[in-house]
């Protein structure tokens, strides 16, 4: 595991865009693993610029993290939308190339099996990228969720739906599931970046790189995978 400790979010947006457009380069038909939330923003921002100065996403295939349950593609506050807005629509990636699970699928554990299946379809995701919650969650996979879980209808935790409720009009509207890539599905990835910016995150940044790998920690199991760079600001790191 690599940690790479730098100043502040712009730094940490730099390093880590820095590594997906390496990745890009290298194969230009790469499969990206990508988050949403406030962490990756910089990164999005950043790889617009770099799309701007020909670096070409047409054949760049992406799969997202998660989606809430219950947000159709159009609601401002899917995953979906958001991606729509700060990445996809500013690199002209190709839609057909781009996933996210579908919240509103009638059948949704149909729909785990259907994405976990078109990620192997695809080859695998080269690159994964990562956020953390303050509770050191992955993906939407809270504490306890099994290492060898697949993606999965997830029940959110009051933790993270209180995390949530500043991008909802009022807490009543946070939706309280999600379908969520599994531990499993993230291990799967060849090389993983995970990204964390802030002092609340600090504490989860501490136990999931130096305590015990546990399910209580799920962030934990990158300490298992063979290719992780941790890119955290000061604050982040500030308990390492
Ligand atoms: C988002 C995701 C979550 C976030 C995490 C941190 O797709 O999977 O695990 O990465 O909740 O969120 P922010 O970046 O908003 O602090």
Redesign the pocket.
């Known amino acids: 595991m690599r940690v790479v400790v730098v100043s502040n979010f712009d730094s940490m947006s730099d390093e880590v865009a820095k590594m997906v457009i390496a990745q890009v380069r290298n194969k230009p038909a790469s499969v990206l693993g990508l988050?949403?939330?406030?962490?990756?923003l910089g990164v999005y921002r950043l790889l617009a610029e770099y799309y701007k100065n020909g670096v070409d996403f047409s054949r760049i295939i992406t799969f997202?993290?998660?989606e809430y349950v219950g947000l159709a593609e159009n609601h401002p506050q899917s995953?979906r939308y958001y991606m729509q807005e700060n990445l996809f629509s500013r690199v002209h990636i190709d839609a057909a190339n781009t996933h996210v699970p579908n919240g509103v699928a009638t059948d949704l554990q149909a729909e785990c099996g259907r994405y976990d299946e078109l990620i192997r379809h695809t080859g695998g995701i080269d690159l994964q990228i990562?956020?953390?919650?303050s509770n050191a969650?992955?993906?939407?996979n809270e504490p306890g969720t099994p290492f060898g879980s697949q993606t999965q209808v997830v029940d959110l935790t009051a933790n993270?739906i209180r995390?949530n409720a500043r991008f909802f009009a009022s807490p009543g509207e946070v939706p309280t599931q999600a379908i969520?890539m599994g531990i499993k599905s993230i291990m799967s990835a060849r090389n993983i970046v995970l990204m964390a910016n802030g002092g609340s995150?600090a504490d989860a940044i501490h136990a999931a790189l130096t305590g015990p790998v546990t399910e209580e920690v799920p962030a934990s199991v990158l300490q298992l995978h063979p290719s992780v760079t941790i890119v955290v600001d000061q604050a982040a790191g500030s308990r390492l």
Do not use: E, V
């Not at 988050?35 to 990756?40: K, Q």
């Open positions: 988050a949403t939330g406030s962490s990756p997202n993290l998660d995953y990562l956020g953390i919650g969650h992955i993906g939407f993270t995390d969520s995150k």
